[in-house]
């Protein structure tokens, strides 16, 4: 199979301009690329019996994480712009049930920014483990680590400095985090989150 870009259906972004968002997305459809080019490597060297075939192949396998994560948390994250910007509902399921955990929407918003504020390249991500029925505010570095395996990801803020260094310099950082937020469209993360 091959994977294909997505399109995202975004209104008049606040505090993003569209050359950000257009450097963004180019580098999206890369990890798009990428994640085909990966399979096709597998596919046509997964017979190799040289040793530095096997080497240089069990490299490119180690890489799928990497790829595969960058395209599907990208699409995570552009979705969350498409359509109008709405607050997440405090009287919404995935409102409600933040409010239990956290005490309140405020409460748990803060702990998420915090993660967002936190040094290094990566993502900060709401998830919920539908087996212990809890959610957690966490830095996954890069892409990949710091996944939590078989979770639902809720809400995902690409922290990576491409995502936001055509608008704001590294010290601004908040300031994008109050554009992501200003521009989200609540709704579709609210879709997520099935209790
Ligand atoms: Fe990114």
């Known amino acids: 199979m091959t994977y294909t870009p997505k399109t995202f259906s975004f209104g008049t972004l606040d505090g993003i301009s569209p050359k950000q968002l257009d450097v963004h997305l180019k580098l999206y459809e890369g990890y798009v690329k990428n994640?085909?080019?990966?399979?096709?490597?597998?596919?046509?060297?997964?017979?190799?019996?040289?040793?530095?075939?096997?080497?240089?192949?069990a490299e490119v396998r180690r890489r799928l994480g990497f790829e595969f994560n960058g395209m599907r948390m990208h699409e995570h994250y552009f979705d969350q712009w498409s359509g109008p910007s709405t607050t997440l509902g405090t009287d919404s399921t995935l409102g409600k049930a933040l409010s239990a955990q956290y005490g309140s929407l405020d409460v748990w918003m803060a702990d998420f920014k915090s993660v967002g504020m936190m040094r290094g390249i990566g993502w900060a991500i709401l998830s919920y483990d539908?087996?212990?029925?809890?959610?957690?505010?966490?830095?996954?570095?890069?892409?990949?680590?710091?996944?939590?395996?078989?979770?639902?990801?809720?809400?995902?803020?690409?922290?990576?400095?491409?995502?936001?260094?055509?608008?704001?310099?590294?010290?601004?950082?908040a300031k994008y985090i109050?554009?992501?937020?200003?521009?989200?469209?609540?709704?579709?993360?609210?879709?997520?989150?099935?209790?």
């Open 130 to 173: 539908p087996v212990g029925k809890h959610f957690f505010n966490h830095f996954v570095a890069d892409h990949e680590l710091g996944q939590l395996n078989g979770t639902t990801t809720v809400l995902a803020l690409d922290l990576w400095e491409h995502a936001y260094m055509v608008d704001y310099t590294p010290a601004e950082k």
């Open 35 to 57: 994640v085909n080019l990966l399979e096709s490597v597998l596919a046509a060297y997964s017979k190799t019996e040289d040793e530095g075939g096997k080497y240089a192949l």
């Open 178 to 195: 109050e554009a992501f937020f200003k521009n989200l469209n609540g709704g579709v993360v609210e879709k997520r989150f099935v209790a």
